[in-house]
């Protein structure tokens, strides 16, 4: 190192403090970036790479951004998941002897973006800590920089709950210590793109100490001091709006894991990951960023408190039947800025007038939200108007202070009120009389001379001059003016008077220039003490505006209120898929319903492909989900029991990328629910055994829907293609048939799309193939096949095999009724064929007792000689 220059020696050294990001080294106008940091970021944002001696033997390579462009370039690269460091010069280089001291003044990383394109409003940007303890729990932090909020809780032992909850967050950034289990480590990257970052402290400090009050739990406050002692050593400024942290558990929240939120598009759907056409991009008419983030949130989190669904219930009906109000909140909202987020950059310092003049428009909404909700004059109404605070002092001190149309930049001034500040009153009154001096010196001094065409003006060079052109020179008596600069047709002049009348306006734009800052800090300093009453107003609006957009798609799209049963049955009349319907224009969707109740466990739906099978479950799984998070439901009717958790198993196109081959995520998943699920939960599986060869796939659909039947007694939709399941009804007196009726028309299948009792009754496949427009030729061959196949019988589910008590797989389940002895393959002989054709003849019902013991007596000495 020691032949490297003083410069390259400083950098080495705060590198080697920063090895995981990329260190943005300030050089004047510009950040390099050099060695192997040069290499990457040259590739990474296709900037030219070039080179400079650095006093070793070969000369370093080195690329840069200047400064006032280097935001996007940061942005670009956290968006691909890296980090970058920031290296300022911390001292004057006038003062510096040697190389100018730098330091890293913020670290900037995928999960502490505090403003540009990286943070979507209506998004959360999380980074997480994740604390492994030695009885196999895992302590779980999150944190959204953006708006201060953080939670904590703890985890069982299974680490698929850690991966599961970071998945839900869409964590972008995970903090672990550095000696977390590898293994762990590679699934959480696997799973997401996730940012792994490592803070080996956990204990409480001074500066974060107070947001730790409210946990009890030593494990809980290990797990946060991680988050925070990162954040506040990466972020090296006021954290003053982080909020105090408060615990939650999984279990208080209706419980749906990763793949199921996925395989029901609730926030985005499967094949394009954006939010157009799932659950959330139907339900969002939140008027403000805010109330948009919240609203997934409570997507992604579903309530099992029946008090606290009703209570949101119970605002959503009054909303909706308040038409003109409601069109009103929803005017006044529009005007709200995002309050959360805008709290979260006053504590980092960073807003402008602008930003607090919006914060003002803001808050003068308040009082008519307030005084709109308070009118409803339901309990839940009150209590809701009465948490919406308009924070007065902040809404009065920003009217007095700043102009309704400030400049963005903090320096130029115009930014205070007349009035405010009796010092700035007093310099702009000395600009502005200097001003008018200026502006009437003209007229004087055109009088004086005679010249129509002198002109008073201005440039930053030479200050104030009178000019006076090439022409009108002669005009001038000598020494009149002092000369001051020649053009080539005029001549431009000052005068003592004019010059010192200039210094008092220069002077006191400086000033003026000074004072406004400083006044605005100190505005801004105020404001930043109301940041807890601003950030309670924001959760309070948010609220207000996701009850709203409930309301509002509620009446749009013709939901109803859905009643809860305390007897865990369902009835849902003309039930639809909302997102389908509104896709497809409700005048072609079919509504259908659904009844299920403690005779009603498991509805085995058969149908043929494309019949709407899967869209059927999906539709039941939305409804309840509707339901949890206080939202009105896509039907004429509904009672629905309140579900502790959800289970899906329908296939996904894209679980190859984990690497596992279908048919084991199939089953990996058809594992998680059964052994999960209660008798309060909701299982959706579709085909499943659908991967593997017909007997097995029919084996394991069978021996699953026994088992929930007479194990779980979860509600369960079990939608398959083997029509020889449909026999399980005869056996399982909870079980019923329901299929997807479809019609022939013209030796064409016709789907009806609607849900009938009864198993279906024939299948549709080769018509599905036609419509798919298979060559003719093929599926006249196909039609032939299928007869052939159709004359010998296929073997049915046994009947015997069906227990009424599951027995574990000791008592060997058959499901055929070939005793199992008899070899499938064994052709029969021409004596068993004879006896075989003597068991066919008879005629049992004419046979008395006696005769049939004879006869089988009989046969038997037959077959055994
Ligand atoms: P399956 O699971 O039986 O293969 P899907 O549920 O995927 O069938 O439905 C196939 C298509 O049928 C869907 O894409 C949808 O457009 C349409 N569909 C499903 N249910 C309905 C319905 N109730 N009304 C109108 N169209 C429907």
Redesign the pocket.
């Given at each position: 190192m020691a032949h490297y220059t003083p410069m390259i020696q400083q950098y080495l050294k705060v590198k080697a403090e920063h090895q995981d990001a990329f260190l943005f080294f300030r050089l004047g106008d510009f950040y390099e970036m050099f060695f192997e940091d040069a290499l990457k970021a040259s590739q990474e944002l296709e900037i030219t790479l070039t080179s400079r001696e650095g006093g070793g033997d070969e000369k370093i390579p080195m690329c840069g951004v200047p400064y006032h462009s280097a935001q996007s370039y940061i942005e670009q690269l956290i968006e691909k998941g890296y980090k970058v460091a920031i290296c300022e010069q911390t001292e004057d280089p006038k003062q510096a002897k040697g190389v100018v001291r730098r330091e890293v003044v913020q670290l900037i990383t995928p999960g502490t973006l505090m403003e540009g394109r990286g943070l979507n409003d209506k998004e959360n940007n999380y980074i997480a800590s994740v604390t492994p303890f030695a009885d196999n729990t895992f302590g779980l932090a999150y944190s959204d920089l953006s708006t201060g909020e953080s939670k904590v809780t703890l985890l069982s032992n299974q680490f698929d709950e850690v991966l599961n909850e970071l998945a839900v967050l869409g964590a972008k950034e995970v903090v672990i210590p550095s000696n977390f289990n590898g293994e762990l480590q590679k699934q959480m990257r696997d799973r997401s793109a996730i940012t792994l970052s490592f803070e080996d402290k956990d204990g409480t400090e001074e500066s974060f100490s107070s947001l730790l009050l409210d946990l009890t739990q030593n494990k809980l406050k290990q797990t946060a001091a991680r988050l925070f002692h990162y954040l506040y050593r990466t972020q090296k400024r006021s954290l003053d709006h982080l909020q105090s942290v408060s615990t939650y558990q999984i279990q208080q929240y209706l419980k749906i894991d990763y793949f199921s939120k996925r395989n029901l598009e609730l926030t985005e759907t499967i094949r394009s990951k954006g939010k157009k056409g799932s659950l959330l991009w139907l339900l969002d008419g939140t008027m403000t960023a805010m109330g948009g983030r919240m609203l997934k949130q409570w997507i992604d989190r579903p309530l099992i408190d029946k008090h606290e669904i009703i209570r949101r219930q119970n605002l959503v009906d009054t909303l909706i039947q308040h038409y003109f109000e409601r069109q009103d909140l929803r005017e006044k909202l529009k005007e709200v800025y995002d309050l959360e987020r805008l709290a979260g950059r006053v504590a980092f310092g960073n807003v402008n007038a602008r930003d607090l003049v919006q914060l003002k428009r803001s808050l003068t909404q308040i009082p008519f939200l307030k005084e709109i909700v308070r009118q409803f004059e339901t309990e839940e109404a009150v209590e809701l108007a009465e948490q919406l605070d308009p924070v007065e002092e902040v809404t009065d001190l920003l009217e007095q202070a700043i102009v309704d149309n400030p400049p963005l930049s903090l320096k130029e001034g115009n930014m205070i009120r007349d009035g405010y500040n009796a010092q700035l009153d007093q310099f702009r009154d000395a600009s502005r009389n200097g001003k008018t001096w200026i502006a009437q010196l003209e007229q004087k001094e055109r009088e004086k001379t005679g010249i129509k065409s002198l002109k008073v003006g201005y440039n930053r060079v030479f200050g104030y001059y009178i000019e006076v052109t090439r022409a009108n020179l002669h005009l001038l008596q000598e020494g009149q003016y002092e000369r001051k600069q020649t053009l080539t047709n005029a001549e431009r002049f000052i005068t003592p008077e004019l010059k010192e009348k200039e210094a008092l306006i220069l002077q006191a734009e400086e000033k003026i220039g000074e004072l406004e800052y400083e006044l605005f800090t100190n505005i801004r300093e105020t404001v930043k003490e109301y940041i807890p009453r601003l950030q309670s107003l924001a959760k309070n609006a948010s609220k207000l505006d996701v009850l709203q957009c409930f309301a509002q798609v509620s009446e749009e799209r013709r939901f109803v209120k859905p009643q809860f049963s305390e007897e865990r049955r369902i009835v849902i009349k003309d039930g639809?898929?909302p997102v389908?319907e509104k896709v497809?224009n409700s005048q072609?969707?079919?509504?259908?319903d659904c009844y299920m109740d403690s005779e009603r466990e498991v509805l085995l739906i058969t149908?043929?492909?494309?019949?709407?099978?899967?869209?059927?479950m999906r539709q039941i799984a939305l409804i309840a989900i509707l339901a949890q998070i206080g939202c009105y439901v896509p039907a004429n009717e509904a009672v629905l029991p309140i579900f502790d958790q959800v289970f899906t198993r329908i296939g996904a196109a894209d679980d190859l990328i984990s690497g596992q081959s279908t048919f084991m995520v199939e089953m990996l998943e058809a594992k998680n629910a059964i052994t999960n699920a209660t008798q309060n939960s909701l299982i959706l599986f579709?085909e499943i055994g659908r991967g593997t060869s017909t007997y097995d796939g029919m084996a394991l659909a069978q021996a699953m829907i026994e088992y929930i039947h007479n194990r779980i007694g979860a509600k369960t939709l079990f939608?398959t293609h083997y029509h020889e399941l449909t026999v399980l009804e005869e056996n399982l007196p909870k079980l019923k048939n329901v299929h997807?009726s479809a019609v022939e028309h013209n030796g064409k299948v016709v789907?009806l799309?609607k849900i009938k009792e009864g198993p279906a009754d024939k299948s549709y496949g080769i018509h599905v193939a036609q419509l798919a427009e298979l060559p003719n030729e093929l599926i006249a061959r196909a039609e032939e096949i299928l007869q052939e196949l159709e004359a010998e019988p296929m073997p049915q589910p046994s009947a015997v095999a069906i227990k009424e008590e599951y027995h574990e797989p000791s008592g060997q389940l058959s499901f055929f009724d070939e005793p199992k002895e008899i070899d499938q393959s064994h052709t029969p002989s021409a004596k068993e064929k004879r006896v075989l054709e003597q068991l066919k003849k008879l005629d049992i019902l004419d046979m008395t007792p006696l005769q049939a013991m004879n006869t089988l007596y009989e046969l038997h000495k037959k077959i055994k000689s």
């Amino acid at each position: 190192m020691a032949h490297y220059t003083p410069m390259i020696q400083q950098y080495l050294k705060v590198k080697a403090e920063h090895q995981d990001a990329f260190l943005f080294f300030r050089l004047g106008d510009f950040y390099e970036m050099f060695f192997e940091d040069a290499l990457k970021a040259s590739q990474e944002l296709e900037i030219t790479l070039t080179s400079r001696e650095g006093g070793g033997d070969e000369k370093i390579p080195m690329c840069g951004v200047p400064y006032h462009s280097a935001q996007s370039y940061i942005e670009q690269l956290i968006e691909k998941g890296y980090k970058v460091a920031i290296c300022e010069q911390t001292e004057d280089p006038k003062q510096a002897k040697g190389v100018v001291r730098r330091e890293v003044v913020q670290l900037i990383t995928p999960g502490t973006l505090m403003e540009g394109r990286g943070l979507n409003d209506k998004e959360n940007n999380y980074i997480a800590s994740v604390t492994p303890f030695a009885d196999n729990t895992f302590g779980l932090a999150y944190s959204d920089l953006s708006t201060g909020e953080s939670k904590v809780t703890l985890l069982s032992n299974q680490f698929d709950e850690v991966l599961n909850e970071l998945a839900v967050l869409g964590a972008k950034e995970v903090v672990i210590p550095s000696n977390f289990n590898g293994e762990l480590q590679k699934q959480m990257r696997d799973r997401s793109a996730i940012t792994l970052s490592f803070e080996d402290k956990d204990g409480t400090e001074e500066s974060f100490s107070s947001l730790l009050l409210d946990l009890t739990q030593n494990k809980l406050k290990q797990t946060a001091a991680r988050l925070f002692h990162y954040l506040y050593r990466t972020q090296k400024r006021s954290l003053d709006h982080l909020q105090s942290v408060s615990t939650y558990q999984i279990q208080q929240y209706l419980k749906i894991d990763y793949f199921s939120k996925r395989n029901l598009e609730l926030t985005e759907t499967i094949r394009s990951k954006g939010k157009k056409g799932s659950l959330l991009w139907l339900l969002d008419g939140t008027m403000t960023a805010m109330g948009g983030r919240m609203l997934k949130q409570w997507i992604d989190r579903p309530l099992i408190d029946k008090h606290e669904i009703i209570r949101r219930q119970n605002l959503v009906d009054t909303l909706i039947q308040h038409y003109f109000e409601r069109q009103d909140l929803r005017e006044k909202l529009k005007e709200v800025y995002d309050l959360e987020r805008l709290a979260g950059r006053v504590a980092f310092g960073n807003v402008n007038a602008r930003d607090l003049v919006q914060l003002k428009r803001s808050l003068t909404q308040i009082p008519f939200l307030k005084e709109i909700v308070r009118q409803f004059e339901t309990e839940e109404a009150v209590e809701l108007a009465e948490q919406l605070d308009p924070v007065e002092e902040v809404t009065d001190l920003l009217e007095q202070a700043i102009v309704d149309n400030p400049p963005l930049s903090l320096k130029e001034g115009n930014m205070i009120r007349d009035g405010y500040n009796a010092q700035l009153d007093q310099f702009r009154d000395a600009s502005r009389n200097g001003k008018t001096w200026i502006a009437q010196l003209e007229q004087k001094e055109r009088e004086k001379t005679g010249i129509k065409s002198l002109k008073v003006g201005y440039n930053r060079v030479f200050g104030y001059y009178i000019e006076v052109t090439r022409a009108n020179l002669h005009l001038l008596q000598e020494g009149q003016y002092e000369r001051k600069q020649t053009l080539t047709n005029a001549e431009r002049f000052i005068t003592p008077e004019l010059k010192e009348k200039e210094a008092l306006i220069l002077q006191a734009e400086e000033k003026i220039g000074e004072l406004e800052y400083e006044l605005f800090t100190n505005i801004r300093e105020t404001v930043k003490e109301y940041i807890p009453r601003l950030q309670s107003l924001a959760k309070n609006a948010s609220k207000l505006d996701v009850l709203q957009c409930f309301a509002q798609v509620s009446e749009e799209r013709r939901f109803v209120k859905p009643q809860f049963s305390e007897e865990r049955r369902i009835v849902i009349k003309d039930g639809r898929h909302p997102v389908v319907e509104k896709v497809l224009n409700s005048q072609e969707y079919v509504p259908n319903d659904c009844y299920m109740d403690s005779e009603r466990e498991v509805l085995l739906i058969t149908g043929p492909n494309m019949s709407g099978k899967s869209t059927y479950m999906r539709q039941i799984a939305l409804i309840a989900i509707l339901a949890q998070i206080g939202c009105y439901v896509p039907a004429n009717e509904a009672v629905l029991p309140i579900f502790d958790q959800v289970f899906t198993r329908i296939g996904a196109a894209d679980d190859l990328i984990s690497g596992q081959s279908t048919f084991m995520v199939e089953m990996l998943e058809a594992k998680n629910a059964i052994t999960n699920a209660t008798q309060n939960s909701l299982i959706l599986f579709d085909e499943i055994g659908r991967g593997t060869s017909t007997y097995d796939g029919m084996a394991l659909a069978q021996a699953m829907i026994e088992y929930i039947h007479n194990r779980i007694g979860a509600k369960t939709l079990f939608s398959t293609h083997y029509h020889e399941l449909t026999v399980l009804e005869e056996n399982l007196p909870k079980l019923k048939n329901v299929h997807v009726s479809a019609v022939e028309h013209n030796g064409k299948v016709v789907f009806l799309h609607k849900i009938k009792e009864g198993p279906a009754d024939k299948s549709y496949g080769i018509h599905v193939a036609q419509l798919a427009e298979l060559p003719n030729e093929l599926i006249a061959r196909a039609e032939e096949i299928l007869q052939e196949l159709e004359a010998e019988p296929m073997p049915q589910p046994s009947a015997v095999a069906i227990k009424e008590e599951y027995h574990e797989p000791s008592g060997q389940l058959s499901f055929f009724d070939e005793p199992k002895e008899i070899d499938q393959s064994h052709t029969p002989s021409a004596k068993e064929k004879r006896v075989l054709e003597q068991l066919k003849k008879l005629d049992i019902l004419d046979m008395t007792p006696l005769q049939a013991m004879n006869t089988l007596y009989e046969l038997h000495k037959k077959i055994k000689s």
